[in-house]
């Protein structure tokens, strides 16, 4: 038995105006890719793994269509010279857009078809957030999902797909998955998987999974910040075979009703409010760490990561004792690097890139360090992080890379729309700034042109049932 191991995964946001490059994107190699998972897992089954390449990047803005073309053809070059195969196991996100094509996964599954022999299976691992063509269960046969958020399973997800490949081989089964499109997209911090409402209708998904005739399911909730016609929730479900897709349809479409009949419960994890106010709670809280998350400029989102509101606000409200994490300003760090470690000046920080909801900031303050491939720049009693790349703070280790110890901190400011686990450990408490940006919360005022309507919350007086003839 032998299968192939590869694929292109990036989450787009349409909204940021930058296109995507091929310099963003991080190759790795057949080599590499042998040692990592899916890979690692059907080497331990005794199967003989094919690796070919894997492409990623940052969640940033649309992708560059020849950016993408070079590495559809660099990865389908690839499957051709692994000669006979009997699956392929894709590693995918599920809203990736390309200029002038649209969806990428969709794309890429097509021209997979036209490479490999119609028998061969193939399984994708996808992101929680990817928005779904119904199209690409023409496809695919095996499309599984993260269940967690924040994505904590990403790994466990890959060992899946693999596993029920192999599965469907020895039992000469050809799943078939079903699509169901219930009209919602919200932004995935109303989606937090070890809270209610969403822990209940995950929950659900494993005694799908024991139903006879299905092999999995997934929940997935769509990408918000993508303006693209099939952007939106999806629940989907795997028929072993096609004498059990009415039953797969069925399931599918329970777990999409309940998704929809949960969605006035959906709500942010922690309290949110206008910057000001939460820099004011902040400043009087007792509590420390007190950690803000600047959810419009979300980089781990593909926000541009460069609006200096947040330090702009902390330095008017004259906090003591803040730090953050990060600033995206290749021309600030070389400014700072140039005057040297101690030294005083003046710099315009932010608002290059995003210059649509940001500005630069005029601030003078002093060089505390320089690390990475950033520098500290204190402003009053504010640490600013300004790095030359493009860069999330998810971890206490990537603030530590600076010198910072974020626990010892009073206001602690990160570019998230909800804080990943290992930040979530250590917070003493927390908030969410309804900030503007390419990942504003308020998606209601991002004026999208290309979304199916209605779509709940940006339309509410309207009821749903699914009907198969109108997808």
Known sequence: MRILVGGIAHESNTFNPILTSIDSFQITSERELANEEPAKTLC?????????????????GTVDRDTYLSLKDQLLEQVEKTGRIDGACLILHGAMVVKDIGSAELDLLKSMREVLDEEVIISASL?????????????ANILTAYRKTPHTDALETCKKAATLLVESLKRRVRPRPVIVRPPILVAGEYVVTDAEPAAGLYGMLSSVDSTPGIMDSSLLVGMAWADVSHAGASAITIAETREDLKKAREKAYEIARAYWEKRMELRLEAEADQPREVVRQA????RRPFFISDS?????AGAAGDIPMMVEELVLSQVQDAVVGCIIDSEAVEACREAGVGASLSLKIGGRLDRVNGHPLEVRGRVSNLAGNGVVFRVDNVDIILTAKRTAFTSPQDFMAYGIGPVRRKIVVVKLGLLMADLKKIAAQSM??????FTNLSTETLGYRNLKRPMFPLDR???????????
């Open 44 to 60: 331990s089954m005794g199967i003989d793994v094919a690796p070919t390449m894997y492409a990623r990047a940052l969640p940033s």
């Open 127 to 139: 992101d929680l957030h990817g928005n779904i063509p119904i199209e690409m269960a023409d496809y």
């Open 283 to 286: 400043k009087a809280s007792p």
């Open 296 to 300: 419009g400029d979300n980089v781990t």
């Open 432 to 437: 969410i700034a309804l900030t503007p940006g």
């Open 461 to 471: 007086d309207f009821d749903w049932r699914y009907d198969a003839t109108h997808e």
